[in-house]
């Protein structure tokens, strides 16, 4: 065998291992909500502030995570366990799961109600919109994919 094709076969596995490497964490999907819908919130005002404070880090999609997780189905869900984004030790160990409570102690602050909190976005005082987008949450829901959806 020619040292030319030696370099080829050399580089053609190389890229094989390579590509095989980088292969991407298959997108991770919640359970679906069990929790009723959250009505003490105007769910459609929470889907403009949502928009304005959330959106910029946060989609619904799963696998589409930003710089915080995708938040299909977060309503009534536990706490860090989407298994395709890397969350902070304290969310992981927190047992928290995702409630009114919760919620909105996070959105309220999530620095004060979680000191290595990896949301880093400004505090959200205003009582009302936090109780609208906790409503606006609560009707994120999904069914899990069957697998004709994952092909």
Known sequence: MSI???YQLSGMFAAVLLLSA???T???YRDPVTLPLYTEGDADNGALVYQD???QCHQLNPGLNKKGPQLMNIYGAKAAELADYTY???LKTSGWVWDAKTLDTYIADAEKAMPDSKM???P???AQERTDVIAYLSTLRAPLPT???IK
């Open 26 to 28: 298959p997108p991770d």
């Open 53 to 55: 404070a959330c959106g």
């Open 4 to 6: 030319l094709k030696k």
């Open 22 to 24: 980088c292969e991407k």
């Open 124 to 126: 959200m005082p205003d």
């Open 120 to 122: 880093l976005s400004d």
């Open 88 to 90: 902070s030790e304290g």
């Open 147 to 149: 697998a004709d959806d």
